[in-house]
């Protein structure tokens, strides 16, 4: 994908896209990689990421967006997710059977952690997606080790409002993880 780096992703009309938009898109790419590992085919995700383009720039005639970068990977993950549901993605996703699939998985190397690490990951997604934006996006803060008060700052809140809703979270992780004694630690840990 390094060629679109140098060539640029085009619109529909073969014009180049606003440099912001594309930078945003071009930053978006290794994240699309890791998120659809079967799309190996560079035609394939450049026509994402031009669709996803076409798909901004036709929003932005409305207003400026005010989380590009947000907004453009909710459109490339939809378009991507689109095609995977197409008959010839389906086909390069079925040419195995189950047993024939698992024995190649069993034997495929992660390049993303331990069996205990992806375990983790999709526990803590899980967990993520029973919190509201806002609550989960200070656990995300408080997990990268951002202090009460260094994002209360950023979100331009107080830091009493900042423990509220994380607090709050921690409760709603407690409560979906079925424990009544967790230490503040162990939650951050989860968060």
């Not at 939809?78 to 389906?90: D, N, P, T």
């Not at 990951?121 to 993520?128: A, D, F, H, K, Q």
């Not at 409002?161 to 994380?166: E, H, K, N, S, V």
């Not at 921690?170 to 989860?190: N, P």
Request: hydrophobic residues 40%; contains cysteine.
């Amino acid at each position: 994908m390094e060629h679109l780096r140098t060539i640029g992703l085009l619109d529909s009309d073969g014009q180049p896209f606003d440099p912001r938009i594309e930078r945003v898109l071009l930053r978006l790419l290794p994240r699309l990689r890791r998120e659809f590992p079967s799309m190996q085919d560079d035609v394939a995700l450049t026509e994402i990421m031009e669709e996803a383009g076409r798909r901004i720039r036709h929003r932005e005639e409305r207003g400026p967006i005010e989380r590009v970068h947000g907004y453009a990977w909710v459109t490339v993950r939809s378009i991507a997710l689109s095609r995977m549901r197409l008959g010839s993605s389906k086909l390069n996703q079925k040419t195995l059977d189950s047993e024939a699939g698992n024995a190649r998985l069993l034997a495929t190397p992660t390049s993303r952690g331990t069996a205990a690490e992806v375990e983790h990951r999709i526990l803590l997604g899980e967990l993520l997606r029973t919190l509201s934006r806002e609550e989960r996006m200070i656990c995300l803060w408080k997990k990268a080790g951002f202090s009460s008060q260094e994002i209360a700052l950023h979100q331009q809140r107080t830091v009493m409002a900042i423990d509220t809703i994380f607090s709050r979270a921690k409760q709603k992780i407690r409560k979906a993880l079925s424990i009544d004694d967790v230490t503040d630690a162990q939650a951050r840990r989860s968060c």
